[in-house]
């Protein structure tokens, strides 16, 4: 754990004009009005890196809303909280398997381009989950498949064990938390789960894959 970290210290710098040079943005900014963000809501940014979705959700959640972004990565964190802006929004560092918040406390938990880091993905389910209120949503998403993404992270040492989850086992860790999954779409250059805490009324998921 502490070398995966050190990955990511070790880029936080050069992360986001490395990782998103214009062709990479206009894909994530085609990508985020489908997480469905809405104006008042509060967000809890999971992973945040260095803060590449805060200016985005600030956007969103408008002057009533309040974004929460948090990264396990202290450098990361840093350069996150440039983008931040109090009281509306701000930046933790923290690890997602013990959340500092209190239960029922967000609309929409986002989990961008993170979720194959955790090293216990049932945990970080169940505590995005508890932070959820009832009828809140858990977005989890990428800019790549999961085959690509599979692929990229085999290029690196230090996270090339990290993988998303097959659909199935990724139903079972929602349902596992209290969550179930409405949809998600894995296919070239886009992955996009999303899933609903309770009450509801159980639904048929629609499962979106094509091959790469």
Known sequence: MVEKVGFFE????????T???????????????????CAGETVLDV????????PYLRHFVGPKGRV???DLAWAMTVEARKKCEAPRSAVL?????ALPCREGVFDRVLCFAAFPHFV??????AEMARVLKPGGRLIIAHLMSREELARHHGTHDEVR??????APTMARLMAGAGLTVESLEDAPGRYLLRALKGPFRPI?????????
């Open 93 to 97: 560092q923290a690890d997602v398997h």
């Open 161 to 166: 064990r990290d993988v998303l989850p097959d």
């Open 10 to 17: 070790a880029r936080a710098r050069t992360w986001e004009e």
């Open 68 to 70: 929460l972004a948090f």
């Open 204 to 212: 048929q998921p629609r499962w979106r894959h094509r091959e790469t």
């Open 19 to 37: 990782c998103y040079p214009p062709e990479v943005r206009a894909r994530l900014e085609a990508l985020v009005p489908e997480f469905g963000v």
């Open 120 to 125: 216990d993905p049932s945990r970080a389910v």
């Open 47 to 54: 992973g945040t890196g260095p803060g590449v979705l805060i």
